[in-house]
């Protein structure tokens, strides 16, 4: 059985990234080797909790491996490493240029602290599984990925295919919707790019609004494709550029390239039938901007009830 890698980014919530690691491990457990859990610098020795012997024996035969970012690589800021300086075309680097207004340009010694990037740096493998800290599995949603993944050579990425909150097309499943998008029925002719940002300076810069894409909070990723992308282009999945969210920008790249992506549940009945994201009510970046409460005792509740795992 071909196996792959996951890659997890922690900050804080510990608690929620065990669930979530043992909700994985139930349902898509035999389809995984490694999973690489990067902490971006949460502090008070958060690492311990995924490391205990416990844990270990639970999730065995799947390896776990774990590392601190050089730097705190925050929310919504787009890193840039010599590396990728170095890789990018002239109008990519007047993209990134092109954040130094808003401050959200944030120099790293190391790609290992872009969000995903430790773990895509150090596979062996041919594909690996992304995922958030907040998500809840009900059946092998690896295997339908791997299975889907495999049917067509081409693929680049597959996984829950969606904007965010500011598309202008929004909200997904009423003027735009996944199932419209894989049948080639775009929202208008600039897809992926969903519509000008007003500021004319920006726009000149490449500041487009980057909506749509394959989440990253639960998708598999052709390795090898994210490499060349990343080595023709100084562009990586986990970063914030041009104006997008994460994916986006690296989305659009794919396109251009002439790859596939596709979503095998496109829509929220067929989703909650295999894992259902933010399973504590509340998106995972609230607790961190501190606009939602961290139920911290509630899901230490799930993880006895559910797992027999007692929290120390």
Known sequence: MEKVDVAIQSYKKPESLVYTLLSLKKYCGEHIDTIYINDDCSGDNILEHYTVKDLQERMYPIKIKTRINKKKSGYTVTLLTKKMWKRKKFSEKLKLLGHIPIKRLSYHSTSDDVRYQWAINNTDKKYIFLIHDDIKFFDDTLKLYLETMKSNKNLAIVGDLGGCEFCEFGPCGEKCSPEKILKKEYPCATYPITGKRKNPILTLLGRSNRNCRINEWCCLINVEIAKEIE??????????????????????KIIKLGYDFTDPLPTPEKRKKYYLHWWQGHQGHQVWLETASYQSEYIKKCLLEEFNYEWK
């Open 231 to 252: 080595n023709k282009y100084g562009i990586y999945f986990g970063n914030y550029e041009a104006g997008g969210d994460v994916g986006t920008y690296w989305f659009e």
